[in-house]
């Protein structure tokens, strides 16, 4: 049913028996679909707040509008289970770079969460008393790899990268994204950080930071774990804080 900690996560995420309690020392990643029946999608929509739904009528197309709401209902609906709260009863605050934080009621003011989607995949990451941030992506092709590498990854990643072929080279373009990106969201800088400032080690079988804006020291005190939740996909999540347990499951109402 679960998979427990590695630096790597792989294979298939189940469906627990039973929620699971979050120990200190813990982190869970929830794998949730995007794509909801019409009924299931009412009722998360019910659930959101008037600037959820504010920006889900943004929105042009009904398909990334519903991906939208069904990731921010979801989110709702797992956290509700963690803190005993209603799904929209929760309520969140917002940094000034908008990383969303959950006004948590009296013995859970120490949970932190963050969220990532893509196509119609997202991923939920909680946990207590640390930072922590997940980022996910499809896994395609992307037009120009190597030249959207040269301008967003350091020149060692942007080597290694090159010596990559075919498939395994979006992969390991994904893989250097994904870890980067999971950073920014954690420390909730988003892309006002430059990427290149965070250096993964892109041809290691255990993934991790070399450095974060030159500082070997601050990568060091981040755990990082690459993520394979479906065919198609890659994630990471990172913690600032060594030793956690990751455990993963799949969500489905």
Not at 71 to 97: D, K
Not at 103 to 116: C, I, Y
Not at 217 to 243: D, F, H, N, Q, V
């Amino acid at each position: 049913m679960l998979r427990e900690g590695a630096n790597e996560l792989n294979g298939e995420w189940l469906i627990p028996d039973k929620f699971p309690s979050l120990d200190l020392g813990e982190i869970h990643v929830w794998a949730v679909s995007l794509e909801l029946a019409t009924d299931q999608l009412r009722t998360r929509q019910q659930w959101l707040a008037a600037d959820e739904r504010q920006r889900a009528n943004r929105f042009v197309f009904d398909k990334h509008r519903n991906r939208f709401t069904a990731g921010r209902g979801q989110v709702r609906e797992i956290l509700s289970h963690y803190t005993g709260v209603e799904p929209g009863q929760l309520e969140f605050s917002y940094a000034n770079l908008g990383k969303p934080s959950l006004k948590a009621p009296p013995g859970m003011e120490d949970l932190t969460f963050n969220f990532s989607n893509s196509s119609t995949l997202g991923l939920l990451s909680v946990a207590r008393e640390v930072e922590l941030g997940v980022d996910v992506e499809r896994l395609r092709d992307v037009r120009n790899l190597i030249g959207l590498a040269e301008r967003f990854f350091d020149e060692a990643e942007v080597g290694d990268l090159k010596s990559c072929g075919g498939q395994l080279q979006q992969q390991v373009f994904f893989r250097c994204w994904t870890c980067k990106e999971a950073y920014l969201k954690a420390v909730g800088k988003g892309l006002s950080f430059p990427l290149n400032k965070v250096l993964v080690a892109t041809n290691s079988s255990q993934p991790h930071y070399l450095s974060i804006d030159g500082d070997e020291e601050e990568s060091a005190a981040w755990s990082l774990t690459s993520l394979r939740p479906a065919p198609g996909y890659i994630g990471a999540l990172t913690c600032r804080r060594l030793g956690d347990q990751v455990r993963t499951f799949r969500w489905i109402d």
